[in-house]
């Protein structure tokens, strides 16, 4: 029988390379069949929660991601299997002025603005940075009892002024939502007296 794993109060460090950071994106358009649903992982991420288990409300998660980390992992359906050049061209877009602009904003970061639920089960809901622009979203999730925390949450990429991939005269598009997943199984202990916490 395995043990349930239940945070207990205090701060943790979470991020790669013991937690994942995905975003799935799908197609639209009369030219869907010709492209691929895309998964995307942030390979350069980091996180802190703060858990107060007798008032919720007050506990807090901030994330950031390195923009530029976002590596294409995998390309599902379509006409033919990505190669190495299409994940590379891909990558160049995705950090282009008209997507994620990475060389004028690095950071993706997310700061939470209030918490619901218990470990098992919560909602939080926050600010997401992105370009520049920030706006709420919900972030969903909770704990497998095995030591495992995971969760999803849905962004709209326009309403951060991004413009979703398009191709073959706006044929082929991807969807306006991508989803985010995560997991993370390597949360990081409040430190003791006189300790400070490692980085991810």
């Known amino acids: 029988m395995l043990e349930v794993v239940v945070l207990s109060e205090g701060t943790y460090g979470f991020g790669s390379?013991?937690?994942?950071l995905l975003i799935r994106t799908s197609r639209a358009g009369l030219g869907?069949?010709?492209?691929?649903?895309?998964?995307?992982?942030?390979?350069?991420?980091?996180?802190e929660a703060v858990v107060v288990t007798g008032d919720p409300g007050k506990s807090s998660v901030t994330v950031t991601v390195e923009a530029g980390s976002l590596t294409v992992r995998e390309g599902t359906g379509g006409l033919k299997p990505l190669t190495d050049a299409d994940k590379a061209e891909i990558k160049r877009?995705?950090?282009?002025?008209?997507?994620?602009?990475?060389?004028q904003h690095?950071?993706?970061a997310f700061r939470s603005t209030s918490v619901t639920g218990t470990p098992e089960s919560f909602e939080i809901t926050g600010d997401l940075t992105i370009k520049g622009?920030?706006?709420p979203v919900t972030v969903?999730?909770?704990g497998d009892g095995d030591?495992?925390?995971?969760?999803?949450?849905?962004?709209?990429?326009?309403?951060w002024g991004i413009k979703p991939y398009s191709a073959f005269l706006g044929a082929l598009k991807l969807a306006d939502d991508v989803r985010i997943e995560y997991a993370v199984t390597g949360l990081e202990p409040p430190p003791g007296p006189g300790q400070t916490a490692e980085q991810s």
Do not use: F, N, Y
Not at 17 to 20: H, I, L
Not at 32 to 47: F, I, N, V
């Open 17 to 20: 390379p013991t937690g994942r």
């Open 140 to 142: 969903h999730g909770g």
């Open 147 to 159: 030591g495992m925390v995971c969760g999803w949450a849905t962004v709209t990429q326009s309403t």
């Open 106 to 108: 690095p950071v993706i």
């Open 32 to 47: 869907r069949k010709a492209g691929h649903d895309l998964t995307l992982e942030a390979t350069r991420w980091s996180g």
């Open 93 to 103: 877009l995705l950090e282009g002025e008209g997507l994620l602009h990475t060389a």
């Open 133 to 135: 622009r920030s706006h």
